[in-house]
């Protein structure tokens, strides 16, 4: 996977209009603008507190603006390859789900009143059908998943009716990152089929009503979109690795709509409301403690309790880890709310030190065959170094196709190491040879050594004995035959070696005649 480095969360401010309710209740309005800058004050002026944020959006922005500026990156990011996440945090009543656009009525409002994930529908697929027209475009498969977090249990909003016995498990993936065992992921083909299915999970959601949200969501949901992109091979390339690009990618964009905080005594919920109050401030508490202990560098260091809750263990890669994130959060601007609306601030402000680290999602498997493939190239080279031949490797080509999966990998693997360990015995063969000839050669060099020696003494002693008289006929015969029988020994050594070395490269083109025949 390609690092980009680390960036961090951006935050987005949106403050809603105030409601009816709350001027008939005579509200008056606690967050003021500061002209030409992402930045609000909270409080009388007398005594306010001030807030900077990268986007900030009053009460007239269009949806089309937070789309375009928050949004639209995230889009381009996602069909790069890249993991994105969306995440609208703030109390009941702040108008989470209608920026977002996951309601059940997500399609029945005019268009420039549509949330945001209607219009990365229209912009994904408008996106992708403007890259198709290119033939060296990859192929695309888009897929959908769509998940609520009601009462600490995960339901599937695409497969609500599951079997009785059937279980959602948050697991960590080393490659794909934080999954649910389980959950369904439908591939859609149009933006009308991607509509339909948000429309049938937003109908299953669990809402209900309490004295601060007429229609409140008693759920944490996730909506996620899928893009798989396989490249097409261009003539003379593989076909899992185009001009040196990864052939699969898989990324996700996940559109997180967070129930909102809301205090008991205001919101005068019982029974079945007041437990499903306790879960959600539950699940936005252990949120909020791993924002803080994200943002504080200290805290950092230590250990991240993401298994706190299922909701920040869900979103453990969006905070922090493989994702790049955006974060909208949505306040009120009445005085009534002046407390929940600084504690979103304060979160919302201390998110934004949080700092992630998003990769290229290259598909697993193709990664593998990435890797395997340069290996099999590698040892090519360094058999046809010790053969000095070509080597054939159409087995090895054809292992790979467009298709990868879980046999294709294992019969390159398979291949891989008989290469590498025919490779190593031929290193081995070579280190033997090479070792021979450097025993013959050193002999050489010692006869020669031994020779110029003798013929050096020769010259000399002379053929007198130490009184300068003419030595013998008998002695010098003694001394030719010492000297013919030294040479016969190194002789015959020579032979000896020379023996040997034919019946090793006699041994050799027999092993070779064997592997051929196999």
């Known amino acids: 996977m390609e690092n980009t480095g680390e960036i961090t969360v951006s935050v987005a401010l949106r403050v809603r209009p105030l409601l009816a309710k709350e001027r008939l209740e005579r509200s008056s309005n606690c967050i003021r603008f500061v002209p030409n800058e992402p930045q609000i004050l909270l409080g009388s002026r007398e005594n306010s507190r001030a807030f900077t944020f990268d986007n900030v959006f009053s009460p007239d922005g269009a949806q089309e603006d ?52 209607p219009r990365v529908i229209d912009y994904l697929f408008d996106t992708i059908e403007a890259r198709r027209a290119d033939p060296e475009s990859p192929e695309y498969i888009v897929k959908v998943s769509f998940l609520e977090l009601y009462n600490e249990e995960i339901r599937d909003m695409l497969n609500p009716t599951p079997r009785l016995d059937k279980e959602y498990i948050i697991r960590e993936d080393p490659v794909l990152g934080i999954i649910v065992s389980g959950l ?165 402000d201390r998110a934004r030190k949080i700092k992630n680290k998003p990769v290229l999602n290259l598909d697993p498997a ?34 790979a196709s467009r298709i990868v999966d879980s046999a294709q990998v294992s019969a390159l693997e398979e291949r891989v190491s008989q290469l590498e360990f025919e490779n190593s015995a031929l290193k081995l063969a070579a280190k033997r040879s090479q070792d021979r000839v450097d025993l013959v050669m050193r002999t050489c060099v010692e006869l020669r050594m031994e020779r110029d020696i003798w013929a050096a003494t020769q010259n000399i002693a002379s053929l007198h004995d130490e009184n300068g008289a003419l030595l013998p006929s008998p002695v010098l015969s003694l001394a030719d035959a010492a000297v013919s029988e030294l040479m016969s020994k190194h002789l015959r050594k020579i032979e000896e070696l020379n023996l040997e070395i034919a019946e090793y490269e006699s041994g050799k083109r027999k092993g070779k005649k064997r592997k051929s025949k196999r």
């Open 366 to 399: 193709a990664a593998k065959l990435h890797e395997l493939q340069k290996l099999v190239q590698f040892l090519q080279g360094e058999l046809e170094k010790v053969t000095g031949r070509p080597v054939d490797l159409g087995s090895v080509s054809s292992a």
């Open 184 to 348: 369904e992921e439908k591939q859609v083909n149009a933006r009308e089929e991607m509509q339909q299915q948000l429309a049938v999970g937003s109908t299953a959601r669990t809402t209900g009503s309490t004295q601060m949200n007429v229609e409140s969501s008693r759920s944490h949901a996730i909506f996620t979109v899928i893009v798989q992109q396989t490249a097409r091979p261009s003539p003379g390339v593989s076909d899992y690795e185009t001009e040196g690009s990864p052939s699969v990618l898989i990324s996700k964009f996940h559109f997180v709509d967070l129930a909102g905080s809301e205090r008991i005594k205001r919101t005068k919920a019982e029974g079945i409301r007041l437990k499903e109050g306790i879960n959600i401030n539950s699940g936005l508490l252990a949120l909020g403690n791993v924002i803080s202990a994200l943002g504080d560098e200290k805290q950092k260091a230590k250990h991240i309790n993401y298994r706190d809750s299922k909701l920040t263990r869900l979103l453990q890669d969006s905070l922090g880890g493989n994702s790049r994130t955006v974060m909208i959060a949505c306040v009120s601007p009445a005085d009534t709310n002046f407390e929940e609306t600084l504690n979103t601030l304060k979160y919302a």
């Open 66 to 117: 937070v789309f375009v500026t928050c949004i639209q990156p995230l889009v381009d990011s996602t069909l790069n390859g890249y993991n994105a996440t969306v995440l609208a945090y703030g109390q009941t009543g702040s108008g989470k789900t209608h920026t977002m656009g996951s309601g059940s009525t997500a399609f029945d409002v005019p268009i420039e009143e549509q949330g945001i994930i």
